[in-house]
């Protein structure tokens, strides 16, 4: 007569389930790795940037570019100078007197560029702006806002800012804008306080109001 087998033993009282204990082991790998951690980086371990930050910065620098293209895109449809070239004469108009040094220009580009010079030259050719002569420095030149200029600009911000108004401002609310501006100013006031002083702390906006 076959032998009866034995029931399997009752596991011990009290002890955790299964799942539980597989959370406890976890627990105490986790521990293990971090005391790894600390040990080779030092108590003082830098924390990183929190996700939501970079995450912001991402959409950020996304939003930016896909905008420029996109300003670039119709200025060029409607036959107006570049927004490069708006830029350009728009830091001569912003400068006083309507003019800027050379590398002064090229370090108030918003959109910088190596080729400020040879910009400067077709933007000469077409009149758009000339050089003079620097009077403290006979080796430099100054990069002037002409008339012609001042009028190509004006004429080019009307089709800027219906693309500033379709494609930023209609998805923008009046608070949502305001806490924008506050948090930009912030920044620029802890890392650029003296180049970027204007922006910091008055109203500037892309528009050529005044005259020469």
């Given amino acids: 007569m076959p032998k009866k087998l034995a029931p399997p033993l009752s596991p011990e009282i009290g002890a955790p389930p299964l799942a539980a204990r597989s959370l406890e082991i976890e627990a105490v790998r986790a521990a293990i790795a971090c005391a790894a951690r600390k040990e080779a980086f030092g108590e003082a371990e830098e ?7 970079h995450v ?20 060029s449809a409607a036959g107006k100078i570049s927004f490069l070239e708006y830029d350009a004469l728009m830091c001569l108009y912003e400068a006083p007197a309507r003019k800027l040094r050379i590398t002064e220009l090229a370090a108030a580009m918003v959109i910088t560029t190596s080729g400020v010079s040879r910009l400067v030259d077709r933007l ?3 009149g758009l702006m000339e050089r003079q002569p620097c009077e403290n420095d006979g080796r430099s030149f100054l990069a002037c806002l002409t008339p012609a ?25 009046d608070e949502g804008a305001r806490e924008m501006s506050r948090t930009f100013r912030a920044i620029l ?4 306080p003296v180049h970027s002083a204007p922006l910091i702390h008055t109203d500037v906006v892309d528009e050529p109001s005044g005259e020469l």
């Fill in 47 to 53: 924390q990183p940037l929190a996700h939501a930050q």
């Fill in 56 to 75: 912001a910065w991402r959409l950020f620098i996304s939003l930016h570019a896909v905008l420029i293209r996109r300003v670039e895109r119709d200025l």
């Fill in 124 to 126: 000469q050719a077409r």
């Fill in 149 to 173: 200029g001042l009028a190509a600009l004006k004429d080019a911000w009307k089709v800027y800012r219906q693309t500033i108004d379709r494609d930023f401002a209609a998805h923008v609310s």
């Fill in 189 to 192: 006031a802890d890392i650029d």
